[in-house]
Structures are given as C-alpha cells and as structure tokens.
C-alpha cells in the first residue's frame, strides 16, 4: 500500500450502479488527489480489483450480477485491502452483511464528498503500525493473548480468527483492561474518527461479535462489560 501522507499516487475503486452518484464522486475523489477506476456491477468490480489492485474500495452492498457482500468476500480472500461500504441509511442488514464479509467501514447515503473523504484518511491511517503495538510484541490478559505484528489472538491456547477492526477493538480494550473506556474514546482510537450517529451501534455491533468469538460470557468473569452510558471494559 502506499503511503497516507498524499493521496496522488493512491488509486481508488469506486463500485455502484448509481451512474450519476459514480460520476460525482469521481469528480470529488479526483479532485482530492486520489486516481479513480469505476465498476457499475459486482462481476465488474472483481475483474477491476484484479487488474487494478486499487489501494482502497468504495464498495456499494446491493449490486447486480454479484452483490457487494460476495465482492468484499471475495478481495478479503485475497488481500487486506482497505474496503468503505457505501449503505442506505435505514438499512441494518447491508451494515451487518458488509461488516461480516470484511469490511473496514461504512458510510450511509445521503452523504457529502468531505465526509466520504474524512472516513477514507481514517481508515487509511488504521492501516499504518501504531507506535504502542510496535513497542509490546505481546499482550496478555488472563487466557487472552494478542499478538499485534501478526493481528493474531489465541484463548488458552486456541487461535480466534478476527476481523482487522475486531482486533483493533480488542487490543485497545487489553491494553486498559480493568479500566472503562468511554464510547467515544473507543470510537476514536479504533475507527480514527469522532463518533457520529452510527459510531455507538457500530462499536455495539463488534463488541457483541467479540464476545462470541472469544466465548466470553456477558457478565462472567472474563467478560467485555458494558456500562451503561460511559463505554466498555475487558475485566481481567
């Protein structure tokens, strides 16, 4: 991937069958710096993403001849290609279905090209080291041990396959395990953003696909706990 400091040699794949919204978009995305490829349906975008190898996604959910789900599965398969799903607002089940085929964000329509913008720069700077990750090579809680270089994480031994935003939930979590970290403070250092009216049914959203995934009990001893009205905590 290249680097996030300028966006004029960053390329861009912009999916959806909305030709007027692709147009404008495509307008905006140049005009930021970025070089722009366009696809119109799903069978489309993976013959652009192979020909391409774009540094980021702009990935409509609902496409003909293959829907955006299968797309984001598909380039998941093959590579951590940072991927926005781009959802109509009112519709939970395209956040869901995109967040669980891999990818890193979504933004709902109706949205402005500056905040389009705004949620490219944070995921791309999720994809650089962080300087704390780099300093501890492992990290334990009780049974829980996460290891940042290789985004692995294993529970009393057993590997636990995350998504890139799960773990970087988790280890924001382990790193102040038996402290409550607010809402908006997880919100920020895991998503690279302020919260906004999506951000807190967001974090509920992977905090619960946490949970079972680790086998951790709501409120058993080793728990991710919520309290109510300030945020989360990893109890030890």
Known sequence: MHATSGTHDMKVLL???DIDLVDLLTYALRRAGYAVVTALDGEQALQTWEAERPDMVLLDGV???LDGFEVCRRIRQQARTPIILLTERSAEVEVVGGLEAGADDYVSKPFSAKQLLARMQAVL???EPE?????SPELRVGDL???PEGHQVTRAGRPIRLTRMEFRLLYRLALNAGQVIPHS???ETTW???GDDGSAELLKYHVTHLRKKLGLARNGPAS???VVGVGYCLTR
Do not use: H, T
């Open 145 to 147: 041990v996460l290891d």
């Open 131 to 135: 300087p704390e990750q780099l300093a």
């Open 125 to 127: 700077r999720r994809y």
């Open 224 to 226: 991710i706990k919520v």
């Open 185 to 187: 403070r997880l919100i």
């Open 63 to 65: 496409l003909p001849r």
């Open 15 to 17: 999916v959806d069958d």
């Open 192 to 194: 690279g953003y302020y």
